[in-house]
């Protein structure tokens, strides 16, 4: 059987995320934009976790896993209106 992962990428490192330019009001910016980020990505998880799909915590990231090809699991994130192309969907086989 096939297994198929989505990444669900949660923040990256202060270097990263600011590039470079770090201050008070980026500092700021970054928390709103955190905010929405972060509650995108835990609806989604919600519905992959709905849907079957089991997962652990990576340092930046959740990572899910299922049975399933990576072809269904296209097709299923489509029919959860979860955006494929915000996450990294792979075959792990």
Not at 31 to 42: F, M, S
Not at 64 to 73: D, G, V
């Amino acid at each position: 059987m096939k297994t198929s992962e989505v990444i669900l990428y949660l923040f990256g490192k202060p270097e990263w995320e600011f590039q470079g330019n770090v201050t008070p009001e980026t500092i700021r910016k970054k928390g709103d934009e955190l905010k929405v980020r972060l509650h995108e990505i835990a609806a989604d998880l919600e519905k992959l976790c709905e849907n079957g799909w089991d997962y652990e915590a990576g340092l930046y990231d959740i990572m899910l896993f299922k049975s399933i090809s990576k072809t269904k699991a296209e097709r299923e994130l489509a029919g959860l209106g979860i955006d494929a192309d915000v996450h990294m969907l792979d075959d792990l086989d």
